[in-house]
Antibody, heavy 123, light 106 residues
Framework: QVQLVESGGGVVPPGGSLTLSCAAS????????MHWVRQAPGEGLEWVAT????????YYADSIKGRFTISRDNSKNTLYLHMNSLRGEDTALYYC????????????????WGQGTLVTVSA | DIQMTQSPSSLSASVGDRITITCRAS??????LNWYQHKPGIPPKLLIY???TLQSGVPSRFTGSGSGTDFTLTISSLHPEDFATYYC????????FGQGTRLEIK
């Protein structure tokens, strides 16, 4: 079955950097778009970024554009989120999620999610 | 950017009740609308995609409807395990979630 395991979260000072990872198994990782979604404490879900199945294109929420970069290594079945210039409002539980659509027919329907990794931005 | 607005923000109901949650998009998103169930400590779960298609394994008491800008999620008879927060999400242009509807036991 599909398994997504996030790691890399932790406490980082404002202005700092962090890279999250998401190890995927149970499906052909290289054929699905992948997403990062976050949830700040006491808040709702917020889409962060999407990468196509082959990593050829990436899409970002305005709130993180220019600071975060989504990438993937299909040879390692791993998704990444590189986060720079972190702010207090980036404090959240970060989920990776699998798209339902195959290859270029990605749909934005998130059918499998990891348990999340917590990022805390604090001095 | 497309904004998604859910109502109500919270809802109290009893086991066996029928409830409806609405979601409105700031512009037409055709049928590119998903519903998720989220419980504390558990990742969100996709319930319905493309506005009305039930995800595999989801009970038939969940139904989704709508197109364009107005959508609804209906639970026909609440079970104890249905008390959770529900989110709509558009996938027409990037992705946007609604603010959530917290469904509580009365």
């Amino acid at each position: 079955q599909v398994q997504l395991v996030e790691s890399g979260g932790g406490v980082v000072p404002p202005g700092g950097s962090l890279t999250l990872s998401c190890a995927a198994s149970g499906f052909t990782f290289s054929t699905y778009a992948m997403h990062w979604v976050r949830q700040a404490p006491g808040e709702g879900l917020e889409w962060v970024a999407t990468t196509r199945y082959d990593g050829s294109n990436a899409y970002y929420a305005d709130s993180i554009k220019g600071r975060f970069t989504i990438s993937r290594d299909n040879s390692k079945n791993t998704l990444y989120l590189h986060m720079n210039s972190l702010r207090g409002e980036d404090t959240a539980l970060y989920y990776c999620a699998k798209d339902m659509g195959l290859r270029e027919f990605w749909t934005g329907d998130l059918d499998s999610w990891g348990q999340g990794t917590l990022v805390t931005v604090s001095a | 950017d497309i904004q998604m607005t859910q109502s109500p923000s919270s809802l109290s109901a009893s086991v066996g009740d029928r409830i409806t949650i609405t979601c409105r998009a700031s512009q037409s998103i055709r049928s590119s609308l998903n519903w998720y169930q989220h419980k504390p400590g558990i990742p969100p779960k996709l319930l319905i995609y493309a506005a009305s298609t039930l995800q595999s394994g989801v009970p038939s008491r969940f139904t989704g409807s709508g197109s364009g800008t107005d959508f609804t999620l209906t639970i026909s008879s609440l079970h104890p395990e249905d008390f959770a927060t529900y989110y709509c999400q558009q996938s027409y242009n990037a992705l946007t979630f609604g603010q959530g509807t917290r469904l509580e036991i009365k």
